[in-house]
């Protein structure tokens, strides 16, 4: 986890960054006249403190996006590392390729064998590039459900970490058949005998999400979003201009909290505050409580009654007037 | 080829070709106006003729040949000369599908509603009002049940004309309710697809459906009954990426453009042009997503041969 002076701040953390720098000086100061200054900065230090819980205390939607995106926000390999041991990772579709922008394999997670699967971003340009921005292919919706299928072998359950901006729109993805990869991943995900939890860790961007988010329990959290589009596409269609996010994504309605009151969600995971690039670990160990104690619930079910519980929670999504 | 069409402006609620001349002959709801369209299109290059009678002629966006609406008609709205398989509505689908045109409509009580008050240029209550006000469509999806050859077939059949096809609340619960009366007669399941996908203002309500519709069909698979996906010109986003492309058979009419992502989407991020012939059925098929193309003419032919097979 980066530490600063190398954290990134978005434009409405910038007091937080005003903070450390006076604490910086302060430390230079005390450095040169050789006064203890420790009461003054453990003070700008609780500062922080209060300032992070302050900050997402009243986040519009877009900066909920804004950090759903940042830059030091904890990706899918970090939480299994944090939440697992023994993780074992598992490559290819067996077909094309191997998708770096999916990941999954088998771990402990509290003495349990799980199988987790998530699409992954990279932290800097190189590994960005190599993860494809956490857009897949066709072949890392098949890698998933290949490893779904071998969870399901061997009875145990599967965890799902959702974190893409969209499937890849690319020539090639499209030539692989995008649409059908996530549509079997869809079906075959309501039809999985064993138990599923989704847990969306950043941007749920629409069917690139879903392809991976048909589960019993369906977590999300604090500052993740979920929705049909991005706020920037859905300002360039419906708006017709790229200036509208921040509307858009009002009126998308994609926060934990909105996905939660719509019933779309069953729990939000909470997060260290400030956000979860503040502490990799803590975040981690709140998501393993909510994960296990979810996992605990939807395991008591019989699989055939699991199965048929997740297509009526499905069904049961929607609105409409009958006349 | 036909004019690059602005998929993203029917899936806005928009309607209107972004050009004067139409590219195509929509729903029979939408045909009164689009021959206005026309008309007014045809005759600005022979203002000084004797004045057409409205919608007695139809001119092909592929090839230009002009031919009179009844025979466009007869022929099922497919150009007598070039075989361009022209947009039609829920209802002509089922006109062309079941026997002596005898069906019946269902679950045409289910409405949109404006649940999360979306607006964008204008509020999503204000969109349906006024659809519903200019044409007798209550939503982009129908549902009707009738017979093909005598033998019987739940079809579901979306119109383009309401907000792009889009996939919501209500195609979600109609495609539902099919498939549970596909399951109670035991009948199997005929979806044709037209639509630009998600319905953006319901949001993740609209992206649930993909999701909804997929467990629906799960549930007709373990009653044993064929699903058969037939997708027309345009079926794009989460259609493609649902029920779409989970059919027993996966059928598509010739020349329709199929995808996960847009054309538009596609060009931006590879920064390249988009190979002739790219997403239409024949490229489909040639990478394995379809089972065979089929043309209009010879739909309800290879329905009866399909569901006799199933049956046999
Ligand atoms: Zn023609």
Known sequence: MPQYPNRQFLDFEQPIKTLYEEIDKLKQTAEKSKIDMSDSIRKLEDAIDDKRKDITSHLTPWQRVQLSRHPDRPYTLKYIEKMTTAFMELYGDRNVKDDKAMVGGFAQLDGETVMFIGQQKGSNTKMRQLRNFGMPNPEGYRKALRLMKLAEKFNKPIVTLIDTPGAFPGLEAEERGQGEAIARNIYEMMRLKVPVICVIIGEGASGGALGIGVGDKILMMENAWYTVISPENCSTILWRSWEKKEVAAEQLKLTATNMKNFGLVDEIVPEPAGGAHWDYAGAAELMKISILRALAEVKQVAPDTRISNRINKFCKMGFWDEL | ?312
Request: with cysteine; glycine share 8%.
């Open chain 2, 1 to 312: 080829m036909k004019n690059e069409e602005d998929l993203e402006a029917n899936l806005a609620g928009d309607g209107q070709p972004a050009s004067e001349e139409p590219t195509s002959v929509e729903s029979s709801e939408a045909r009164e106006r689009w021959f206005q369209r026309l008309r007014k299109g045809i005759l600005t290059s022979t203002a000084d003729k004797k004045e057409t009678p409205e919608g007695l002629w139809s001119k092909c966006p592929e090839c230009n040949y002009i031919c009179t609406t009844t025979e466009l008609k007869e022929n099922l709205f497919v150009c007598p000369k070039c075989n361009y398989h022209h947009r039609i509505g829920s209802i002509d689908y089922f006109d062309i599908i079941f026997d002596n045109k005898e069906y019946s409509i269902h679950f045409d009580n289910i409405r949109s509603k404006d649940f999360l008050g979306f607006t964008d240029l204008k509020s999503y209550q204000k969109r349906l009002d006024e659809i519903h006000a200019k044409t007798t469509l209550k939503d982009s999806m129908r549902v009707a049940t009738g017979n093909v050859n005598g033998n019987g077939l739940v079809v579901a059949a979306m119109d383009f004309e309401f907000i792009g096809g889009s996939l919501g609340s209500v195609m979600g619960e109609k495609f539902a309710r099919a498939v549970d009366y596909c399951i109670e007669h035991k009948l199997p399941y005929l979806v044709i697809s037209k639509s630009g996908g998600a319905r953006m203002m319901e949001s993740a309500f609209s992206l649930m459906q993909m999701a909804k519709t997929s467990g629906k069909l799960s549930q007709l698979s373990d009653a044993g009954l064929p699903f058969i996906s037939l997708l027309t010109d345009p079926t794009f986003g989460g259609i493609s990426a649902s029920f779409g492309m989970l059919g027993d058979l996966n059928i598509a009419e010739p020349g329709a453009l199929i995808g996960f992502a847009g054309p538009r989407v596609i060009k931006e991020t590879i920064k390249k042009d988009l190979p002739p012939g790219f997403q239409r059925s024949e490229f489909l098929l040639d990478h394995g997503f379809l089972d065979f193309i089929v043309d209009r003419k010879i739909l309800r032919d290879k329905l009866t041969q399909i569901i006799t097979l199933f049956k046999g």
